[in-house]
C-alpha cells in the first residue's frame, strides 16, 4: 500500500517564488515600513489552490492581505497525489 506524497519541497518553493514577487505591486500599506504575514492554504490535487487563509497578518489592513492573497492564489503547483489536498504555511514577508 503505497501512501501519497504530495508536492516536494522544491515543487512548492518554485511555485510560490513564480507568483510572489507580484505582490510587491500590492499598494504598501500606510503607516506600515514592514508586513509579515503567514497564510494556510490548501492546494488541490490538480495543482490549483482550493483555499487560503491568513493565519497571521500583523495587523495589516484586510485589503493588503487580500490583495496578496489574490497573488498567492495564482500560484501554479503540479499536480499531485494527495486527493484532499496539501496544506501548506506559507510566510510572507515584505519591508520597504
Known amino acids: 500500500m503505497a501512501t501519497p506524497e504530495g508536492l516536494s519541497y522544491p515543487e512548492v518553493k518554485s511555485a510560490l517564488n513564480d507568483v510572489i514577487q507580484a505582490a510587491l505591486y500590492c499598494p504598501r500599506p500606510s ?24 493565519s497571521d ?6 485589503s493588503y492581505v487580500e490583495c496578496v492573497s489574490d497573488v498567492i492564489e495564482k500560484a501554479d503547483f503540479p499536480a499531485h497525489d494527495m486527493e484532499d489536498g496539501m496544506p501548506l504555511t506559507y510566510p ?3 519591508a520597504w
Open 31 to 54: 503607516g506600515f515600513s514592514e508586513v509579515n504575514l503567514t497564510f494556510e492554504l490548501v492546494v488541490g490535487c490538480d495543482g490549483l489552490v482550493a483555499s487560503i487563509e491568513a
Open 57 to 62: 497578518t500583523g495587523g495589516a489592513p484586510e
Open 92 to 94: 510572507v514577508n515584505v
